[in-house]
């Protein structure tokens, strides 16, 4: 078969290549080519492997998922009598030359006349066990065509280092690492607001933390409300323009803040355009990311009549903020234990705002789909199934579409280094107001 032989032929390269590697190695990093970085691992044991395994069971693993076809029709006359029966050795449908990739390795498959990519979508699990690989995921990025992206290892497992310098736009946060071992990204210009949820210790804050150190580094006003005394917020202080560690101040903030969308939207209306991305560049101010933690804490109460006024006050301006932030450069992050109408009757309607969704290991069912069930339903499975070793790891979904990701662990000299960053020198357009609040708020 020269396919075979293509593959026998690449790791004699490949070898030939590890064996002189004390020649080229030095003179490679002399260019500023990183090898160390390099998967040769996988390239050079896990690939030849996993290739020779897809092309031997690909004839019978497609005629076992039914993605096999025969030209010639299955009838047959014997006699006078027409017979209906099953074709003898039906064609599988074309697989191009698997091409390697960090951690595993891509295969475009040219479908039948007549299929359509769901069938390949089922056979998806049948594969990675034909193929003994953690993972097969199914697109169509061209008519006729289905994309196989095979994932040999779990990428969410064991020490990775994390994913960087890749060019990004003002908004887009990277946070962590996708299953498929690609940046997992946070693009607020994509998806404005975003619920985070999970049971305690499974990463919640961690991932604020990610976000914190993506989005330092950006002309991004932060602004933080965390109810644990600003316990795990309290780290970036010097980088958040606005902090509120108790549900007094968090009203003070929010306030503050409707105040300004409801500037912005004058300025907009001013100007005659419908968003602030609209206005000129030098007018336009800078978007506003507002981080949560603990969500809970808000709407919690004692029960006594200016608690129950305070709580109320907070759903309504969070509420105000996720309708009308998102043309207005106003963002939110909510982080959870759970996000339910247990908290308050404007919970439902705030969470029914928040498109992204981000739910880490959970406690219970319950929880998951409160998160998820709305959005995605196969995602509350998947959510089920994170392991309490599985730290920080976590399903995302947005757009109806979901994915397995973690986020990189934040370092105390990663802390260090984000308290170290100004943000853009004044970002709000209501000013005087702010400058009062500050001080109120202590950030
Ligand atoms: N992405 C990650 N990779 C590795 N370890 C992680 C990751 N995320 C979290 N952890 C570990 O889990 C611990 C708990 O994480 P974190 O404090 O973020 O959880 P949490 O959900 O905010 O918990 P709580 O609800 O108690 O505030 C961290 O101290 C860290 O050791
Ligand atoms: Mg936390």
Redesign the pocket.
């Known amino acids: 078969m020269p396919a075979s032989l293509i593959v026998w032929i690449l790791t004699a390269l490949i070898l030939t290549a590890v064996l002189t590697q004390r020649w080229w190695e030095p003179r490679l990093a002399a260019r500023g080519v990183d090898v160390n970085g390099w998967p040769l691992r996988w390239w050079i044991g896990g690939y030849p492997r996993v290739v020779l395994r897809m092309w031997f069971t690909w004839r019978r693993v497609c005629l076992l998922n039914g993605l096999s076809i025969s030209n010639r029709g299955n009838m047959r006359r014997v006699g006078d009598i027409a017979v209906t029966g099953m074709v003898l050795r039906p064609k599988p449908p074309r697989m191009t030359f698997p091409m390697p990739t960090r951690g595993g390795l891509t295969v475009r498959v040219y479908m039948h006349p007549g299929q359509t990519p769901s069938p390949y979508l089922s056979a998806a699990h049948a594969l990675e066990h034909a193929w003994r690989v953690y993972g097969v995921r199914v697109s169509s990025p061209a008519r006729g065509q289905v994309l196989f992206k095979v994932t040999a290892l779990d990428p969410l497992t064991g020490e990775r280092p994390a994913h960087g310098g890749e060019e990004l736009r003002l908004l887009q946060a990277n946070v962590?690492r996708t299953e498929e071992d690609d940046i997992w990204l946070i693009d607020f210009r994509k998806v404005p607001h975003w619920l985070v949820t999970?049971?305690?210790?499974?990463?919640?804050?961690?991932?604020l933390a990610a976000l914190i150190r993506a989005l330092s580094v950006q002309r991004v006003a932060l602004v933080g409300i965390d109810c644990k005394g600003g316990m795990?917020l309290g780290l970036f202080q010097n980088r958040f323009h606005l902090l509120a560690t108790s549900r007094t101040e968090a009203l003070g903030v929010l306030g503050t803040l409707v105040t300004e969308i409801e500037t912005r939207m004058r300025a907009c209306r001013t100007a005659g355009v419908r968003s602030i991305w609209d206005l000129h560049e030098i007018d336009r101010p800078a978007p506003v990311v507002v981080i949560v933690d603990?969500l809970a804490e808000l709407f919690l109460s004692d029960g006594s009549r200016e608690a129950r006024d305070e709580t109320e006050q907070c759903a309504v301006n969070l509420l105000r903020l996720a309708q009308l932030g998102a043309a207005l450069g106003v963002h939110l992050v909510l982080a959870g234990?759970r996000v339910g109408s247990d908290l308050g009757p404007r919970v439902t309607a705030l969470r029914s705002q928040l498109g992204g969704r981000i739910a880490?290991r959970s406690h219970d069912e319950a929880s998951a789909v409160m998160t998820l069930g709305d959005v995605n339903e196969d995602a509350v499975i998947v959510a089920q199934t994170i392991s309490e070793d599985e730290?920080?790891v976590a399903v995302v979904v947005s757009g109806g579409r979901w994915k397995r990701a973690?986020?990189?662990?934040v370092g105390a000299a990663d802390i260090a280094q984000i308290a170290n960053t100004r943000g853009p020198q004044w970002p709000f357009l209501s000013g005087p107001v702010l400058e009062k609040e500050e001080g109120q708020a202590g950030g």
Not at 198 to 207: C, D, E, I, R
Not at 406 to 409: A, G, V
């Open positions: 962590g999970g049971a305690t210790q499974s990463g919640k804050s961690t991932l795990e603990e234990q880490h730290r920080g973690r986020s990189d662990l």
